[in-house]
């Protein structure tokens, strides 16, 4: 299986901070690598997929880049809404492994 | 609007059986592929199984290869989970997630969940 390890596992930013969660692939995945915002108590969010494209609907503060075994989410400007836990996923090969998660809390 | 949402949760004794379903509305059920995802109590995201839209392929993760079994009823517009031989480290509230291409395959992003049903294995 894919193992997949995010970094870091949990974050403190303030408001308007730009915030960087890496996540990186044990073997090469190509682009098939997800990102997803996930709030207690609510359904998980797709930000981003295919490692770059962002998804409809999503606010352009989200982005995503990378390729093959190293890929990164970035907040351009972090908002209050913000605050939630962050997954990465690939679906190269199943099973389609998340990482541990990014819980982001603000400062 | 899509909308998914999930039964059949409860509280189980190891060893039993319990089958959840997934109601799915707002799209055309058949074409796409449909998955389920856990996870337990302070732990992360967990992907469990997917099955294609019209062929009905599936994979399994791991840890509930020979016990888990996904289906789907496309006349009914319902995904369904059955789990048998239950453990203690099954419990997590399960998802049920939309691919986000239509005709994809099982390889397709989750863009549409449930709001998950909560299953409790313990005696």
């Known amino acids: 299986d894919i193992q997949m390890t995010q970094s870091p596992s949990s974050l403190s930013a303030s408001v308007r901070d730009r915030v960087t969660i890496t996540c990186q692939a044990s073997q090469d995945i190509g682009k098939y690598l997800n990102w997803y915002q996930h709030k207690p108590g609510k359904a998980p969010e797709l930000l981003i997929y295919?490692?770059?494209n962002l998804e409809t609907g999503v606010p352009s503060r989200f982005s995503g880049s990378g390729s093959g075994t190293d890929f990164t989410f970035t907040i351009s400007s972090l908002q209050p809404e913000d605050i939630a836990t962050y997954y990465c996923?690939?679906?190269?090969?199943?099973?389609?492994?998340f990482g541990q998660g990014t819980n982001l809390e603000i400062k | 609007e899509v909308q998914l949402v999930e039964s059949g949760g409860g509280l189980v004794q190891p060893g039993g059986s319990l089958r959840l379903s997934c109601a799915a509305s707002?799209?055309?059920?058949?074409?796409?592929?449909m998955t389920w995802v856990r996870q337990a109590p302070g732990k992360g995201l967990q992907w469990v199984s997917v099955i294609s839209g019209r062929t009905g392929s599936t994979d399994y993760a791991d840890s509930v290869k020979g016990r888990f079994t996904i289906s789907r009823d496309n006349s009914k517009n319902t995904l369904y989970l059955q789990m048998n031989s239950l453990r203690a480290d099954d419990t997590a509230v399960y998802y049920c997630?939309?691919?986000?291409?239509?005709?994809?395959?099982?390889?397709?992003?989750?863009?549409?969940w449930g709001q998950g049903t909560l299953v409790t294995v313990s005696s």
């Open positions: 295919d490692a770059s």
């Open positions: 707002g799209f055309t059920f058949s074409s796409y592929a």
């Open positions: 996923q690939q679906y190269d090969n199943p099973p389609y492994t």
């Open positions: 997630a939309k691919g986000a291409r239509a005709e994809a395959g099982i390889r397709d992003p989750l863009s549409s």
